[in-house]
C-alpha cells in the first residue's frame, strides 16, 4: 500500500506559476514510476506528466514546455512546476504511483487560473 498526499493547488492568474508537491509512504518509492493527472470539471482525468524510477520524463502535449516533473527520492516526493498557466489548466491534480500492477492515487489537490 502506496499513501500518497498532495499539496500546493490554489488560484493563480493566467500566466502564473504554481508548484505542485506530493509526498509518498513506502521505503521503495526509488523504484516508483510517479505521475500527474488532472481532471476538469465535466471532463475526463488525462496524463499530464511522469517520471520514470531512472528518471525519464515524459509530458502530454498539452502542457509541453509549461510543466515540469521532478523527483527527491531521499524526500519520497514528487513535484509539478507549473508555469504560463492557462485557464483551461483549471483541474484538480491527482498524484499517481504505478507500482508493479498496482495504480496508487492521492486525493488531489485543487488548482483555480482565473483573473
Not at 66 to 92: G, H
Request: net charge positive; hydrophobic share 35%.
Amino acid at each position: 500500500q502506496v499513501h500518497l498526499v498532495e499539496s500546493g493547488g490554489g488560484l493563480v492568474q493566467p500566466g502564473g506559476s504554481l508548484g505542485l508537491s506530493c509526498a509518498a509512504s513506502g521505503s521503495e518509492f526509488r523504484l516508483y514510476a510517479m505521475n500527474w493527472y488532472r481532471q476538469a470539471p465535466g471532463k475526463q482525468r488525462e496524463f499530464v506528466a511522469g517520471i520514470t524510477a531512472g528518471g525519464t520524463t515524459n509530458y502530454a502535449d498539452s502542457v509541453k514546455g509549461r510543466f515540469t516533473i521532478s523527483r527527491d527520492n531521499a524526500k519520497n516526493t514528487v513535484a509539478l512546476q507549473i508555469n504560463s498557466l492557462k485557464p483551461e489548466d483549471t483541474a484538480v491534480y491527482y498524484c499517481n504511483a504505478a507500482v508493479g500492477i498496482y495504480m496508487y492515487w492521492g486525493q488531489g489537490t485543487q488548482v483555480t487560473v482565473s483573473s
